[in-house]
């Protein structure tokens, strides 16, 4: 795994710079992350008021069915993923730890392939000691072949397999509905 020792954001600045943007408004999330990036030198520390995340849509291909996560503190519906430990500066990597750490999932991996499905800016509410802030959130696809393994890592994050189109009923999120849609679009090729 990469680290930040001796190394700079290229890895992110290289993800954002292949990556096309579906609308002006996605335009606009990529334009900001990508000015953090450029401008600091630890685009990942919870420190900054925008700050990047990774994570991911978790499927099971042969059944055209996605994983959603219960989050307590957002009250949703959401994908697995979230922020990245000391030194790491693969967004992907992040997004396959955090996912297999909140779903027990032994086997994930990138589906179709490791592209970037989906990037967005999304605000998350104070709690505690952390004020409001924002997530650059950069979002992948894994997939594993054994769905039935799944566990949530704690009581109360309960994790639901589900349609595409029943997760777009269950989650209250604009932003995730679009990176479920494109999921779709995948899932259906």
């Known amino acids: 795994m ?4 001796g190394m700079t954001s290229d890895p992110l600045l290289e993800l954002l710079s292949n990556y096309h943007p579906a609308d002006s408004a996605e335009r606009a999330d990529l334009d900001r992350a990508s000015a953090l990036i450029r ?6 520390t919870q420190a900054l008021s925008l700050h990047v995340t990774g994570s991911a849509l978790v499927v099971h291909p042969p059944t055209k069915r996605v994983l959603l996560r219960w989050h307590a503190r957002q ?8 922020h990245g430990d000391p030194g790491e500066i693969d967004p992907l990597a992040v997004a396959l730890r955090e996912a297999g750490e909140e779903t027990g999932l032994p086997d994930l991996h990138p589906w179709p392939d490791s592209a970037l499905v989906h990037l967005v800016v999304v605000p998350v509410a104070a709690k505690g000691d952390s004020g409001p ?5 950069l979002r992948f696809v894994l997939a594993t072949s054994t769905p039935d393994d799944v566990r949530p890592e704690k009581p109360g994050a309960e994790l639901r397999w589900l349609t595409v189109d029943d997760a777009l009923a269950l989650t209250s999120e604009d932003n995730l509905r679009e990176t479920i849609r494109r999921v779709g679009v995948l899932l259906n090729r």
């Open 133 to 137: 802030h924002e997530h650059a959130d």
């Open 75 to 82: 009250q949703a519906w959401l994908q697995v993923g979230g």
């Open 39 to 44: 401008t600091v030198e630890d685009p990942w």
């Open 2 to 5: 990469a680290t930040l020792a």
